[in-house]
Each structure stands twice: as C-alpha cells, then as structure tokens.
C-alpha cells in the first residue's frame, strides 16, 4: 500500500506570498494518477490539480503542480485571501483505490 | 451541471447501522464510478469503497469489509452507502464522489453521522 506524506502540517504565509506545498510516495506512483485537492471549512474537497501538473476546470493560474516519481510539489504563486484552507495529495490506485495525505494547512500568517 | 445530492445527518446509536444517499444528476449516472470518502471531525480523508453504477459491482477498503454494503439505483441514479454495528469512531462526515477516469472531480456536500448513546 502505498503511503503519501504531506510537508510541512502546516504553512503561516502572508496574503501575496509564494506557497510550496510537498507530497512524498511511499514508492513509485505514476504522474497520471496524482491528484491535489483544496478543502475549506465546512466544504467538500474541491479538485485543483490532476496528472500531477493539469489544472481542472476553473482553476486559476496561480496554482501549479509538477513533480514524478514519489516526489509531488503543488506551488501557490502568490496567495490570495480564499487559498488559505487545507491541502490534500491523492494517489488512484487498484490496493487501495484512493490513497491521501494527511493535509497542509495554509494559514494566514 | 454535473452534481451530487447527499442525503441529511444522521444521529445512530452504537451498534446500529446507517445509509446514507447519493443522487447524482447532469450527467449519465451509468458511465462513472462512484466512491466513498469518509472524514473523521479534524482528521484527513478515508477511501471507503467504490462501486459501478452500470453493473453494481464493488470493491471496498478492507478496514471496512464486512461492515459496508454499497448499491445503487439506476431509476433513479441513487448509489447509497450503508454501514454497520457502528462505533463512536464512525462518526464522521460521509461524501461520495464521481470517478472521473483516474481522478475524481465531483464531490457531493457531505452527510454528517454522528455515532452517539
């Protein structure tokens, strides 16, 4: 099973700045399957980042993603009021068939 | 548009069971997988289970095997998920979410289940 950890917990930014956020795998996932989600309170996760590096609909430029291998890296480039919320990496595999992180939480500093 | 309707909270005392529903609409419900996603108050996201609206088929997570039940109704592009002899530990907020061939990318608005005596 494949195991995905999210640094750092959590981020203190200020409004304007860059965020870096890190997604590490266990062992190898392929790009295809490699997903970021964005979650306010009290709101269902919303999809940002699929394939590692697509944007999905609607979603600003502002957000990009890249990475390979076991190593994933989401990147705000400069943070506006509503980005602070929690972030989650996702892996789509067959054992189990959804895999996440455990969050990064970006705070307003 | 593409949505999914979830049905309301739920309040279960331990060892009861709960099911809860998902109507899907905007799109046709026969032609994406369906999950379920759990999340614990504070806590991150839990991979439940999956089925195939088409043929009924599922596959759940085995922390869960035994316990969940997911099915669906093609009449009325439903799937429900039911859980059993539930524990304080279930209490959470369900979604279920469309498999959009590799990635999911709609969520339903979440049911609350609070597991309680």
């Known amino acids: 099973e494949i195991v995905l950890t999210q640094s750092p917990g959590t981020l203190s930014l200020s409004p304007g700045e860059r965020a870096t956020l890190s997604c590490r795998a266990s062992q190898s996932v392929s790009s295809s399957y490699l997903a970021w989600y964005q979650q306010k309170p009290g709101q269902a996760p919303r999809l940002l980042i699929y394939?590692?590096?697509s944007r999905a609909t609607g979603i600003p430029d502002r957000f990009s993603g890249s990475g390979s291998g076991t190593d994933f890296t989401l990147t705000i480039s400069r943070l506006e009021p509503e980005d602070f919320a929690v972030y989650y990496c996702q892996q789509y595999g067959s054992s189990p068939g959804l895999t996440f992180g455990g969050g990064t939480k970006v705070e307003i500093k | 548009q593409v949505q999914l309707v979830q049905s309301g909270a739920e309040v279960k005392k331990p060892g009861a069971s709960v099911k809860v529903s998902c109507k899907a609409s905007?799109?046709?419900?026969?032609?994406?997988?369906m999950h379920w996603v759990r999340q614990a108050p504070g806590q991150g996201l839990e991979w439940m289970g999956i089925?195939?609206?088409?043929?009924?088929?599922?596959s759940y997570a085995q922390k869960f095997q035994g316990r969940v039940t997911m099915t669906r109704d093609t009449s009325t592009s439903t799937v429900y998920m039911e859980l059993s002899s539930l524990r304080s530990e279930d209490t959470a907020v369900y979604y279920c979410?469309?498999?959009?061939?590799?990635?999911?990318?709609?969520w339903g608005q979440g049911t609350t289940v609070t597991v309680s005596s």
């Open positions: 394939g590692a590096s």
């Open positions: 089925i195939n609206p088409s043929g009924g088929s599922t």
């Open positions: 979410a469309r498999d959009g061939r590799a990635l999911v990318d709609v």
């Open positions: 905007g799109y046709t419900f026969t032609s994406y997988y």
